[in-house]
């Protein structure tokens, strides 16, 4: 009989449980619209900055962007409020000497002009609840990037607040979002991956929310940001608005 692996059952901290599970589940439900995603997101940014300069990767999860960042010679500091997410990240790159990884939500990070551009993409932002912490979040990267720093931030569309089922051989993933009113919407994961001789049931539940374009630019730019380039369409598939912005 396959021994029944319990993981993540509500904990507090978004995808902490399932960590070790969320690059299994994200490859098998995305595939390669992530892994153009990547190579998009990487072109822009070899355009804005010289290898060798440091990146702050906000939200970094297991480090899809911190990796190739890495890979091209980037100083990187990569953040999330999950440990799990970066121990994951960690296990990749073992005492890397271009990887800082900072574990806090960015809205308490306290740093001053480190870093000559950041990246905040891939929902980071729908984590955000309220509108201090909006604010609170970029008043902190502003802080992190030097004078004339650049940021890549992305707002999920309304579209893309919607359930996401896969299952193939190995794995059933149910991700559904339940919309609370107010722009605030329950997500929920309740997902299973099978091998051999176990059966890992993942569960986890959190608010995200839906940010209003202009509420959102509102923000940006009372903390000091111009909005550069909308960047929208180059990202046209990838169910978020991004913005590349500037520290004026
Ligand atoms: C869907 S993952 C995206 C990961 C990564 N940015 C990517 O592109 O693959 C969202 C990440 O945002 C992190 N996160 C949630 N709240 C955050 C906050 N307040 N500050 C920074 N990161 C946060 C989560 O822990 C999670 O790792």
Redesign the pocket.
Known sequence: MKAILKEGILGSV??DSWANSYDQLFEASFGSHLANLTDLTMEIVLELSEPSESILD????TG??SLPLIESNFYVSS????AG?LSQLATKLPNHPNLELIHC???ELEMHERHHGALC????SS??LDESTLSN?LRSIYNALLPNGWLIIDRTLTTSFSDTVFQNERIQRQAMIEDLGGDLYRFTEQSTISSSNDIKQINDSFLIRYWEEDLFLDHVKVTGFSVEQDLSQVFASSGASFYLLRKN
């Open positions: 978004p995808h906000i939200g970094a999860g899809r962007m953040l999330d409020p999950s997410m939500p960015v809205a993409i891939f929902t980071v984590y955000w979040s």
